[in-house]
């Protein structure tokens, strides 16, 4: 069975690593990555998580077209990780502007569409970034509704959904 | 049996769409909205809900009174949706000042009168504002936590109990 | 059985109380507690503690080698509960500056060898803090990098583990 996995959780809370352990139960694995390097700290990031999933991933970069990029994934593929979702929304933001709404609503869509019928097993990491106090900046606010409302959608068109917390899951679904 | 629900999670978890698809089980409804529009975001986002959960309710606004509003409830009613504590909470907060924790603990101990023996089926929702940073500002951290203070006593009164994250729910109790 | 017991949860989530009421089915008790009092305000939060938890508990502090602290835990202790991790990552953080993250991973390395083999069942409390907006204070990054790091650690080497959400229990483990 093809699965859609949805996994979130805090920042350090082991989401990427329980999505990577997943992933590595399969032979043939890509990782899609949405995250961009813009300065040092994030290319650390990015290099940390590299090093940690170590070989045997082919890696693909796609910080906007993420149905696209799904839908190219080489036969034969087992497995797509996609790291992450809410890098993602926070690209299309600020890609987009004043109408990243709309058109987060429309990638979301596209997005949606692969995943009734996916290629393969696709494990989608996604962050919790609403249980916090209200942003005093107004950006902040409408990221978080915005990543908030992707994850929903994700998360209903998910075969299985994972809250991870101090690097233990929670099954939600 | 006349249950009391409460309904907990993050911005954009889902809580007030999971709260209402419980509450349009039931025939006779009221909602008991607890925000008041400042601005034209708070505006947007009640017109939002109200637009969301369509007609079949009866809106009663009731920022600060909440155990007195639903003492009135009219007889016959099957349901009361109140949305939300923390909303409440900080409308407490804001009108009694230097007093508020006093007040809040009031109006909490007259709110879980009426939960003890409710006039019907009580929905309530609230938002999770404590797992972030602890904020820098000190009337941020004085919410967050009044706001759990409350949480945590009226999830204690209830019969149910769900956080919801990413649309889906952790049943608490 | 010696059990090591992981609580964590947001700001006023009851994870206190929760690790509190573990500790009291236990006859000689000691409290390990890893705050100290900076300023007004964590001196009331500190007595306010120490207030509800009444009588009963031994009362070390240690805010920063907490390993030796257990290690000297003396014998007929049947339970220290310990309050809290987030707070002992947050002193060697401001104590070793620059070299933090080495320091914390040595420290925990040292506590994680007391979990093996532990003296008597341990409590440990700790914070959700990374399930908000990303900081936009470069130290907070770090500092919710540090103490998610430290929750998956000791979460992983515990024998139970507990998200407490509005003053109730998900069992994590």
């Given amino acids: 069975m093809k699965r859609v996995v949805f996994v979130t959780g805090g920042a350090r809370s082991g989401k990427s690593s329980f999505a990577l352990n997943l992933a590595l139960r399969f032979q043939s694995r890509v990782f899609l990555a949405t995250a961009q390097a813009f ?28 149905a696209g990029a799904l839908r190219e994934i080489p036969a034969g593929t087992e497995v797509v990780l996609v790291d992450c979702l809410t890098v993602w929304t926070g690209n299309l933001m600020h890609r987009f502007g004043d109408e990243s709404k709309e058109m987060i609503e429309k990638e979301t869509a596209a997005l949606l569409s692969v995943l009734e019928s996916p290629p393969c097993t696709i494990v989608l990491v996604s962050n919790e970034v609403g249980m916090g106090i209200v942003p005093e900046n107004a950006m902040a606010r409408k990221f978080r509704d915005l990543a908030g409302r992707v994850n929903q959608k994700v998360a209903a068109a998910a075969t299985e959904a994972y809250l991870l917390c101090s690097g233990l899951p929670i099954q939600l679904k």
């Fill in 39 to 66: 300065d040092l700290e994030m290319e650390e990031r990015i290099q940390k998580h590299r090093d940690e999933r170590g070989t045997g991933f082919t890696t693909v970069e796609e910080p906007v077209n993420l």
